[in-house]
Nanobody, 122 residues
Framework: QVQLVESGGKLVQAGGSLRLSCAAS????????MGWFRQAPGKEREVVAV????????YYADSVKGRFTVSRDNAKNTLYLQMSGLKPEDTAVYYC???????????????WGQGTQVTVSS
């Protein structure tokens, strides 16, 4: 069982930066692949970035590649998403998720946080 709590979302101006955190409970955090997903109003949830167990493998959606960086600190049971060059279209609720496989499909993740709102003003 893993419980996830996101934090760091807020209102920022376009071009700004923000770092999201996802704190995980439990002693098995390092055994899970982790993902960041987002859902904008009226749109389906989409993958943003995914990271493997040991940080050796990452995946980014084309829309965020070069602007966002996913990382994890297994000693602190924490997942991060560093976002820069933010655009109004990045506005969404951002969720972290834990799963046994590194995947882009959200239905392959077993545990989810409650989400944190990121709003980018133009």
């Amino acid at each position: 069982q893993v419980q996830l709590v996101e934090s760091g979302g807020k209102l920022v101006q376009a071009g700004g930066s923000l770092r999201l955190s996802c704190a995980a409970s439990g002693r098995t955090f390092s055994s899970y692949a982790m993902g960041w997903f987002r859902q904008a109003p009226g749109k389906e949830r989409e993958v943003v970035a995914v990271i493997g167990w040991s940080s050796g493998s990452t995946y980014y959606a084309d829309s965020v590649k070069g602007r966002f960086t996913v990382s994890r600190d297994n000693a602190k049971n924490t997942l991060y998403l560093q976002m820069s060059g933010l655009k109004p279209e990045d506005t969404a609720v951002y969720y972290c998720a834990a799963g046994r496989l590194m995947a882009v499909r959200d239905d392959l993740y077993n545990y989810w946080g409650q989400g944190t709102q990121v709003t980018v003003s133009s």
